[in-house]
């Protein structure tokens, strides 16, 4: 009679999430409105490539709408730009965010949501119910103005 080895367990990788924010949640700043939003959006957006290429990015809010950070999640072309909502959301997920607000500029100007925006925005909206988080807005950005979804009643 022969003794059986145990075998060696398969090499499996771990995955490990956390979150350490530099502030207390208190020290955030608070979103109470689209401008407050956009001022934050505008301090972060690269000013040289606004008018040329369209970029996505997302503000995170806590359940107190303290702003949690921000995250440039794409760039597309002069026309467009893609999200990938499993990026969007691991991001969401992994800083414990309950709102989002999502933002991108039209390179031409143009301040009028278009069906590709209003069909993106609904689809991150859907998302965000399946794992109890709200999309609250999607903010167009252009140089000198923006658009607010919500303050359009896009948002209903």
Do not use: C
């Not at 499996?12 to 207390?24: D, E, N």
């Amino acid at each position: 009679m022969t003794a059986k080895t145990a075998q060696s367990p398969l090499n499996i990788p771990q995955l490990k999430v956390s979150y350490r924010p530099r502030v207390k949640a208190s020290e955030l700043p608070q979103i109470l409105d689209s401008e407050s939003a956009y001022k934050i959006f505008r301090s972060h957006w690269d000013m040289d490539t606004i008018e040329y290429q369209e970029q996505l990015y997302i503000m995170l809010l806590n359940y107190a709408n303290r702003l949690i950070g921000i995250s440039k999640i794409a760039s597309g072309g002069m026309t467009q730009v893609g999200g990938d909502a499993k990026i969007i959301f691991g991001i969401a997920l992994k800083s414990g965010a309950s709102y989002m607000i999502l933002a991108h500029n039209h390179p031409s100007g143009e301040m009028i949501a278009g069906p590709a925006d209003i069909a993106f925005t609904n689809k991150m909206r859907q998302a965000a119910k399946v794992l109890d988080m709200a999309v609250v807005d999607h903010l167009i950005i252009a140089k000198d103005s923006y658009t607010s979804f919500a303050d359009e009643g896009l948002m209903d």
